[in-house]
T-cell receptor, first 113, second 111 residues
Framework: GAGVSQTPSNKVTEKGKYVELRCDPISGHTALYWYRQSLGQGPEFLIYFQGTGAADDSGLPNDRFFAVRPEGSVSTLKIQRTERGDSAVYLC???????????FGQGTRLTVV | GNSVTQMEGPVTLSEEAFLTINCTYTATGYPSLFWYVQYPGEGLQLLLKATKADDKGSNKGFEATYRKETTSFHLEKGSVQVSDSAVYFCALNINTDKLIFGTGTRLQVFP
């Protein structure tokens, strides 16, 4: 595609439910990143994939958060037992490699009620 | 730790006014510095960057100079336009995969 695509654009879920957020990176980009942006804050790093493997998951806040990228393209961020504090915009970005420009998607706005 | 501090907004200007958005950083090592912009309804876009001290990044009339002595990377534009209204994020990266962002500064330009 022309850019990084994230679906859904908005997600409302009840506290305690499980959610999946999807990211389609730019074709051919091997590096993929997830960030979380809370209201009034800048994006905070969650996880970085190089190809299929998570090269750096140091930003995941706890074990309720997990991400996969099984074929080195599409990635899914999974959140178990959602809490109201998980409400934020989740951003995905991709790049040709870790030290080149990252292109961001428009994000998924997650609201936990 | 590594962090970025940028001025709080909103910054409100009339068209053709001069813009400065301040950004300072704290880093262990030698970071690369970035300005990202988020226009309404769009994703974050890289506006400009500088990878070493005294480098000047520039794009679309915006400029920022990497000042190691003051640990700053202030964003400037000589004459803003209504279309520059957006949220601007300063960020750094230290030879790693992750960007560390400031909290963002909203710019509002009125005709």
């Amino acid at each position: 595609g022309a850019g990084v695509s994230q679906t859904p654009s908005n997600k409302v879920t009840e506290k305690g439910k499980y959610v999946e957020l999807r990211c389609d990176p730019i074709s051919g980009h091997t590096a993929l990143y997830w960030y979380r942006q809370s209201l009034g804050q800048g994006p905070e790093f969650l996880i970085y994939f190089q190809g299929t493997g998570a090269a750096d998951d140091s930003g995941l806040p706890n074990d309720r958060f997990f991400a996969v990228r099984p074929e080195g393209s599409v990635s899914t961020l999974k959140i178990q037992r959602t809490e109201r504090g998980d409400s934020a915009v989740y951003l995905c970005a991709s790049s040709t490699r870790w030290d080149t420009e990252a292109f961001f998607g428009q994000g998924t706005r997650l609201t936990v009620v | 730790g590594n962090s970025v501090t940028q001025m709080e907004g909103p910054v409100t200007l009339s068209e053709e006014a001069f813009l400065t958005i301040n950004c300072t950083y704290t880093a262990t090592g030698y970071p690369s510095l970035f300005w990202y912009v988020q226009y309404p309804g769009e994703g974050l876009q890289l506006l400009l960057k500088a990878t070493k001290a005294d480098d000047k990044g520039s794009n679309k009339g915006f400029e920022a100079t990497y000042r190691k002595e003051t640990t700053s990377f202030h964003l400037e534009k000589g004459s803003v336009q209504v279309s520059d209204s957006a949220v601007y994020f300063c960020a750094l990266n230290i030879n790693t995969d992750k960007l560390i962002f400031g909290t963002g500064t909203r710019l509002q330009v009125f005709p």
